[in-house]
C-alpha cells in the first residue's frame, strides 16, 4: 500500500460490524492506508450496547497529532465521537491542521438504538464539526433530527422534496456538502441525495438489496474519504461509498468449511 492515508477518528465496536474495525476493513479493501484515532471502546452485539468506555480526551488528541504531524494525512473519516469534551478536542486539534478533506458520519446512535453521543455532543457537534466538513454523510433518522429535531417515520420522509429539505437544512448549518443517505426509507429502490451549495441536487439510486448489514454507514463514509484521499472528485467519492455499502450486502460470511485437499 502507498500513498496519502486517511485518519479514521472513531470508536471500536467488540463485534466488528461497525465503528473502525468496519472504516479499516473498508479503506484495507481500497488499497488506501489508514492512521487511526480511538475516541471511545464500546462492547456490543449485533443486538446490543453493554459498555460505552469514552477515552480521555487527552488521548484522542495525541493520536490524532501524531497522525496530523506525519504530513501524509490526505483526507480525514469521523464516526462514533462520543462526549461534549471529545468533540471539543477533536474540533481544536482540526482547526490547528486544516488541509485534508473531513468526511462526517454524525453517528448519534447505534444500530441497535444505544445513544453513541451525549445530547451536549450533539450540539458541539454542529456547532464546531460541521463548519469543518466537505461532507456531511447522515442517514435518515439522523437528518430528520438534525434538520428539525424530529423523528423519522419510515414512509413519510422517502417523499424527495422532504428528503431534499432536509439536505439543505443541513447545509445550511456549515457543512461545505451533505450525503443524505436513504438506505432507511421504504421502496423498491435506495436512493440517497447529493446537495453542494449553487448545484443541482444530485440523485443516486439503485435496487433496494435483500438482508441486512450492519456498519454500512461506516463503509461509505471511509470509502468516500478513501477516494477524496486518492484525489477524486466529491461526486465520484461519494459513488464509490455507495458501492462499497453495496458489496457490504452482497458479502457471504467466510465459509469455515475445510478445504477438501486439507489432510492434515
Ligand atoms: O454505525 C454507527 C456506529 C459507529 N461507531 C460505532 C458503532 C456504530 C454502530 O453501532 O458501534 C463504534
Excluded at 495525541?62 to 478536542?89: H, N, W, Y
Excluded at 471511509?222 to 455499502?245: F, I
Aim: hydrophobic share 45%; aromatic share 4%; with cysteine.
Amino acid at each position: 500500500m502507498s500513498g496519502r492515508r486517511v485518519l479514521v477518528i472513531a470508536g471500536t465496536d467488540s463485534s466488528g460490524g461497525a465503528g473502525l474495525v468496519r472504516d479499516v476493513r473498508t479503506l484495507a479493501r481500497m488499497n488506501v492506508p489508514v492512521a487511526c484515532a480511538v475516541t471511545a471502546v464500546t462492547a456490543q452485539t449485533d443486538s446490543s450496547v453493554s459498555s460505552v468506555y469514552p477515552l480521555p480526551p487527552a488521548e484522542v488528541r495525541a493520536q490524532m497529532s501524531a497522525a496530523l504531524g506525519s504530513g501524509d494525512i490526505g483526507a480525514i473519516k469521523i464516526g462514533m465521537l462520543g462526549t461534549q469534551a471529545i468533540v471539543e478536542i477533536v474540533a481544536e486539534v482540526l482547526t490547528d491542521h486544516r488541509g485534508p478533506p473531513i468526511v462526517l458520519d454524525p453517528v448519534l446512535y447505534s444500530s441497535s438504538g444505544s445513544s453513541l453521543l451525549d445530547p451536549a455532543g450533539i450540539v458541539a457537534l454542529r456547532r464546531l464539526i460541521f463548519p469543518l466538513a466537505a461532507l456531511l454523510t447522515p442517514n435518515l433518522p439522523e437528518a430528520a433530527y438534525l434538520a428539525q429535531g424530529g423523528h423519522f417515520t419510515p414512509g413519510v420522509a422517502s417523499a424527495r422534496t422532504t428528503v431534499e429539505g432536509w439536505a439543505h437544512a443541513l447545509l445550511a448549518q456549515g457543512p461545505q456538502a451533505v450525503l443524505l443517505k436513504g438506505g432507511h426509507a421504504t421502496g423498491a429502490a435506495v436512493a440517497d441525495v447529493l446537495v453542494r451549495p449553487g448545484c443541482e441536487a444530485l440523485w443516486f439510486s439503485d435496487r433496494r438489496l435483500e438482508g441486512q448489514a450492519r456498519g454500512t454507514g461506516c463503509a461509505l463514509a471511509a470509502a468516500v474519504a478513501g477516494a477524496l484521499a486518492r484525489g477524486e472528485d466529491l461526486e465520484q467519492a461519494c459513488r464509490c461509498g455507495r458501492a462499497h455499502v453495496r458489496a457490504l450486502f452482497r458479502e457471504k460470511p467466510a465459509s469455515v468449511d475445510t478445504p477438501a485437499s486439507d489432510t492434515s
